[in-house]
């Protein structure tokens, strides 16, 4: 398995509140993602990020920030978490972008639930 | 406007026999098909992929068959186990090489 962690891995927080979820890799990989993944929608990618300091917007970026200061964390912050941010998220890696040849290795999850 | 699509949310399938999960997918330009298996409380974890300048890819007791002109892909478990009841989400390489997923079928195994 991949060495991929997250935390917190369960959290319940209020609306309005700030939310940082933590990712975290030991496998020295350059690109890494956060997904959120809800009933109807399958996964879909909130950003990513190609190297330290280097980050893209995804498909469901709106509300989200994420940053990348080392290699090896990536954080997604919920700068005023709503009801419609309740979810289950999901971090990434893989060693490129080219999906052909690298496999995303997916982290074990946080849920999330804003009252 | 979902690009990927698992239309049946879940399928029960007997042990032994056959499971057969679809996609399909509208944008034309995908060239490359994933499929993901995942447990309850863990990640996706990657199963079998397919080129689209193949119509079938086969690994173990799972093949995936690519039909390009009706934008369609299937997975096929052959025997099925009780193992292999799990959610089961295809991707497709959408532009700037990021993927795309379908919502997601629910398989169930009964012995």
């Known amino acids: 398995d991949a060495g991929i962690t997250q935390s917190p891995r369960h959290k319940v927080t209020e609306t309005g509140t700030p939310v940082t979820l933590r990712c975290h890799q030991t496998?020295?990989?350059?690109?890494m993602y956060w997904y959120r993944q809800d009933p109807g929608h399958g996964l879909r990618l909130i950003h990513y990020s190609y190297g330290v300091k280097d980050t893209d917007k995804g498909e469901v970026s709106d509300g989200y920030s994420v940053s990348r200061s080392k290699t090896e964390d990536f954080l997604l912050t919920l700068e005023s978490a709503t009801s419609s941010q309740t979810s289950v998220y999901f971090c990434?890696?893989?060693?490129?972008?080219?999906?052909?040849?690298?496999?995303?290795?997916f982290g074990p999850g946080t849920r999330l639930t804003v009252l | 406007d979902q690009q990927v699509k698992q239309n049946s949310p879940s399928l029960s399938v007997q042990e032994g026999r056959i499971s057969i999960l679809n996609c399909d997918y509208t944008?034309?330009?995908?060239?490359?098909f994933l499929w993901y298996k995942k447990y309850p409380a863990e990640g996706p974890t990657f199963l079998i992929s397919i080129s689209s300048i193949k119509d079938k890819n086969e690994d173990g007791r799972f093949t995936v068959f690519l039909n390009k002109s009706a934008k369609h892909l299937s997975l096929h478990i052959v025997p099925s186990q009780p193992g292999d009841s799990a959610v089961y989400f295809c991707a497709s390489r959408g532009g700037a090489q990021k993927l795309v997923f379908g919502q997601g079928t629910r398989l169930t195994i009964n012995p």
């Open positions: 944008n034309s330009m995908f060239d490359y």
């Open positions: 990434a890696i893989s060693e490129s972008f080219n999906v052909r040849t690298d496999t995303q290795y």
């Open positions: 496998e020295n990989h350059r690109y």
